[in-house]
C-alpha cells in the first residue's frame, strides 16, 4: 500500500492564476481530510469528504476554496484566482472509516504551495 | 471550539535525558487526545492515543482533566527521537485539532 499521495509537491502560482491539489487516499479508504499549515501555524481542518459527497466544509474559506472527491479519482482541492496568503502547506489525509475511529489519520506528505 | 496549545516551539534536550513535551487542551466535553509525530522527511504519522494507554518508543502521555493536559514523556531520549511533534484532540466529531507543534532535538 503505497499511503496517501499528494502530487504535486510543490507548486508555484501567480498571483489570480489557479491551483489544484490532488490526493489519492490511501486503498480501502473513502474518508479524505484536507488541513492547511500556514507558516509557524498548526494543522488547520478545512474539509472532509466522502465519495461524492462533502460532509464537512466549516473550514474552507468561503471564496475562492473548493473540493471535490468524485466517484473516480483523487480528490481535488482547487483555489482560485490565488493570493499570497494561500501560500501554504496542504495535507491530505484519509480513513477507513468516519474519523478513523480510533483516530487515526494516514497522512500525505503535503502539497506545498508557494504564490508569487 | 477546542483548542490545543503546545507552548513549546522549540525543546532540546542531551541524549539520555529525560523529556517532555507539553500539551494543553480546551474542550467542554471528553475529547480525546492524540500524539502525532513527523520524523524528518517523513509524512506525519500517529505515535499515541491517550485511549490506548500505550507506550510507543518509550513514549507515554497522560490524560490530567483536572490540569487539561496530555503531556508527551520520555525518560531517556535517544537521537532518533528527534522530530516534529503535534498534540491532536477530537471532540464528539471526527475532526482532529492540532496544536502548533514542539521541534524536538536531542543532542549527542
Known amino acids: 500500500n503505497a499511503g496517501v499521495m499528494q502530487n504535486p509537491r510543490h507548486l508555484v502560482r501567480r498571483r489570480g492564476q489557479e491551483a489544484r491539489l490532488r490526493c489519492s487516499p490511501m486503498?480501502?479508504?473513502?474518508?479524505v481530510y484536507w488541513y492547511r499549515q500556514l507558516p509557524e501555524e498548526g494543522l488547520k481542518f478545512m474539509v472532509y469528504l466522502q465519495k461524492e459527497n462533502i460532509i464537512d466544509e466549516s473550514g474552507m474559506p468561503k471564496e475562492r476554496f473548493s473540493a471535490e472527491f468524485p466517484k473516480e479519482g483523487p480528490s481535488i482541492l482547487r483555489i482560485q484566482q490565488v493570493v499570497r496568503g494561500d501560500s501554504a502547506a496542504y495535507f491530505c489525509?484519509?480513513?477507513?472509516?468516519?474519523?478513523?475511529?480510533?483516530?487515526?489519520?494516514?497522512f500525505g506528505e503535503g502539497s506545498r504551495l508557494t504564490v508569487l | 471550539a477546542q483548542r490545543v496549545t503546545q507552548p513549546e516551539k522549540l525543546l532540546s534536550v542531551f541524549k539520555g535525558a529525560p523529556v517532555e513535551l507539553k500539551c494543553n487542551y480546551s474542550y467542554s466535553g471528553s475529547p480525546e487526545l492524540f500524539w502525532y509525530v513527523q520524523y524528518s522527511r517523513q509524512r506525519l504519522q500517529l505515535l499515541l492515543r491517550?485511549?490506548s494507554r500505550e507506550s510507543i518508543k518509550g513514549f507515554t502521555a497522560d490524560l490530567n482533566k483536572g490540569e487539561t493536559s496530555f503531556h508527551l514523556k520520555k525518560p531517556f531520549a535517544q537521537e532518533e527521537d528527534s522530530a516534529m511533534y503535534y498534540c491532536?484532540?477530537?471532540?464528539?466529531?471526527?475532526?482532529?485539532?492540532f496544536g502548533k507543534g514542539t521541534l524536538l532535538t536531542v543532542n549527542p
Open positions: 491532536a484532540s477530537r471532540g464528539s466529531n471526527y475532526k482532529l485539532t
Open positions: 491517550h485511549i
Open positions: 489525509a484519509s480513513s477507513p472509516v468516519p474519523g478513523g475511529n480510533t483516530g487515526e489519520l494516514f
Open positions: 486503498k480501502g479508504h473513502s474518508h
